[in-house]
């Protein structure tokens, strides 16, 4: 067993691709390859299913992987320590966001205060942010409504009301406020499942045992925007993603007064990080 091995092993499970394990490790895709057959051969194990490009843990290789995240995040704990990181002047941030509205001021501040760490920022829906954590595919996450777990830390920082999305010339639009049962039997433009959006909007829906028929589905708020500014329906967004635009207006829902917190999130066994440490520290300060 080689360091090397269990290196290029730890990146492609991680990432979940050779290739962008290779792009991790500055090496080439049959480099990374090779060190795992190597480490599989030598221990007859199988530690990937391979699909279509992607990389997909084997039960051993889970087991393997939740071993390694250990050893690294320990290693790098000790080149922290003996080096410029502990002072959070060089090393590598992975942040996962369900959208920019939340994330962008933390990591603008963040970036300020550590220019020397490098930062990669992936954005997904709620579950998608809340699944990378919890996979150790992103060290830090700013999502919504994240539900309790005993492997995480969950901050809330800011609290937003649901609205509805409506095109200027609809008969809506006039209206200070809309409850979700005037809605019924109207066009409706909702975010993909998984989406904090979506499961919001469903949980109030369903408690109040409302059915709408008439639905479109759209993978970001940006196609739910612009679809409601072409006339196709009624969308929905938290305030604080309403952008400008004169061909729609934002009406709050009685209903979805308060429904989203944003939140800040990593596995509590990141935290001992200093980089993980210092960005939920810092991500504190913007809560209220």
Known sequence: MRHS?????????????????ANLLNLSPPAV?????????SYGLTLFIRSGGKAILTSDG?????????????????????????????????????????????????????????LTVTLGNAETVRQDILAQRADVGITANC??????????????SMIAL??????????????LSDLTGAPLILRERGSN??????????????RYENELELGSREAVREAVAVGLGIGFLFEHEVLGDD????????????????????LKSQLKRRVVEAFVSLARTFAG
């Open 247 to 266: 061909r729609t207006v934002a009406v709050p829902l009685k209903e979805l007064a308060n429904s989203n917190r944003d939140m800040v999130i990593c």
């Open 166 to 179: 409506i095109h200027k010339d609809h008969p809506f639009a006039v209206r200070k406020m809309l409850s």
């Open 147 to 160: 539900s309790e777990s005993d492997r995480l830390v969950i901050d809330e920082l800011s609290v937003q």
């Open 62 to 118: 889970q087991v393997l992987y939740d071993k390694t995240r250990r050893f690294f995040i320990e290693e790098e704990e000790i080149q922290n320590y003996l080096s410029s990181s502990s002072a959070l002047e060089k090393g590598h941030l992975k942040i996962a966001a369900d959208g920019p509205h939340a994330a962008l001021n933390i990591i603008a501040a963040f970036r300020e205060k550590y220019p020397g760490i490098k």
């Open 197 to 210: 959006t979506r499961r919001v909007f469903e949980k109030a829906v369903k408690e109040l045992s409302l």
């Open 5 to 21: 091995q269990l290196r290029a092993f730890d990146a492609v499970a991680r990432e979940g691709s050779f290739s962008r394990a």
């Open 33 to 41: 390859t090779i060190q795992v057959k190597s480490l599989e051969e």
